[in-house]
């Protein structure tokens, strides 16, 4: 898959249609701040710079759209939970998450990222939960799997079977991410 840089914005989202004038469907990409968010899209994307990776966490603050293949919008969310950003930042944050979640009619799949080595926190819970209230697909992603041992791996899918094992220093995980945002997406 190839990913075309739209914009970035606070709100002003873009609206592109197919050929024969339906809105792409959009896939949304969220998660805590420094779950590996920025890592994945360039690995994903096989591009080094097409989101900005940092080691400082919650430096994103807008919302970053690519358009896929000309098929589908990949909607790059705020990532959420960094403790050390002013309270004002945080509720920046949230509103703009918020509000595009809340307002796009056009998402087909939210991508959760856990970083495989922490588990759920509550505003991944509250995310999920509102995915399943609202029927839109969820993917769970495992993110730096690679930190982990063989056994913690296997105990980690064994807890969450339906979840996407995901190492950017695998291509295999982006093979499996492929397949699977196809089959939801053109199923
Ligand atoms: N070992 C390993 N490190 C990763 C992986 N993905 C991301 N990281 C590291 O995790 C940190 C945060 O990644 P980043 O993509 O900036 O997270 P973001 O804040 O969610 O965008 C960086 O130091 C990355 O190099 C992975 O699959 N394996
Ligand atoms: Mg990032």
Known sequence: MKARFLLSTF?????????????????????????GKSSLINHFFQERNLAKTSATPGKTRLLNFFCVDEKFIWVDLPGYG???????????????????????????????LIDSRRDFGADDIALAEWANAQQIPLLVILT?????????????????????????????????LEKRIREILWA
């Open 144 to 176: 730096k799997t690679d930190k982990l041992s063989a056994g913690e791996k296997v105990r980690l899918l064994r807890k969450y079977p339906d979840a996407i094992p995901y190492s950017i220093t695998n291509s295999n995980s982006r093979q499996i």
């Open 11 to 35: 709100s002003d989202y873009p609206h592109l249609k197919d050929p024969r004038g339906t809105p792409l469907p959009e896939v949304a990409l969220v998660g805590r701040s420094n779950v």
């Open 82 to 112: 960094y403790a050390k950003a002013p309270k004002e930042e945080i509720a920046k944050w949230s509103i703009a998450i918020h509000t595009y979640l809340h307002t796009s009619k056009h998402l087909k799949l939210l991508l959760l």
